[in-house]
């Protein structure tokens, strides 16, 4: 079974520092992993995926993620965070080997941007 | 326009009544997804398809009921057995892993 975890519920950082959004997996095989953006009362909005190759992957907005195979982590990061990045972020895993194309997402990280 | 629309917005439904949500896209995309958020809880997976005339359970399917009789087409239907379902529902398209997404149909049990 494939899995994934986003372990703060909420992330509060100040404008114009660094934001990170953490999250792990759980593959039997190798990852396709995503993340996603969601402002309130709309669908989800893709940010970056993670597919083969270098483990940093830059996406929109000016956010990047990083890879690291060891940890099963897949964290989302931007160098300087905006009160517009104010959203919920999920993070999603499909296992590359698996029949069947199942995409699963974490439970979601809610981030609040202060001026 | 390309994309995902799901109607309607928001939806009442009675207690043991049927009602269909419909997902429609002109992505030309062969898999599509429903899922249901609920607050805290993330996005769950009900159904998914990867092909006309096939479909998956997702897992949380019990009480809920799909066709994909067209390529475009991917309605989820809440029926009466659905014990609590009271929630915000996504569809989505997915191509080559990444999930395009609806607007999502927000449906309230009155």
């Known amino acids: 079974a494939q899995s994934v975890a986003q372990p703060e519920d909420q992330v509060n950082v100040a404008e114009g520092n660094p934001l990170t959004v953490k999250c792990t997996y759980s593959v039997s095989g190798n990852p396709y992993l995503f993340w996603y953006v969601q402002y309130p009362n709309r669908g989800l909005q893709f940010l970056l995926k993670y597919i083969t190759g270098d483990n940093l992957v830059k996406g929109s907005y000016g956010f990047e993620a990083e890879f690291n195979k060891s940890q099963t982590s897949f964290h989302l990061k931007k160098p300087s965070a905006l009160v517009s990045d104010s959203a919920l972020y999920f993070c999603?895993?499909?296992?590359?080997?698996?029949?069947?194309?199942?995409?699963?997402f974490g439970g979601g990280t809610r981030v609040l941007v202060k001026p | 326009d390309g994309g995902i629309t799901q109607s309607p917005k928001y939806l009442f439904r009675k207690e043991g009544q049927n009602v269909t949500l419909s997902c429609e896209q002109n992505l030309n995309h062969d898999a599509m997804y429903w899922y249901r958020q609920d607050p805290g809880q993330g996005l769950r997976l009900i159904y998914y398809s990867q092909i006309v005339n096939d479909f998956q359970k997702g897992d949380i399917a019990e009480g809920y009921s799909v066709s994909r009789e067209k390529k475009e087409s991917f309605p989820l239907t809440v029926t009466s057995a659905q014990k609590n379902p009271t929630a915000f529902y996504l569809c989505?398209?997915?191509?080559?892993?990444?999930?395009?997404f609806g607007q999502g149909t927000r449906l309230t049990v009155v």
């Open positions: 999603a895993v499909r296992d590359r080997e698996a029949a069947g194309n199942k995409l699963t």
């Open positions: 989505a398209s997915v191509d080559r892993g990444k999930a395009f």
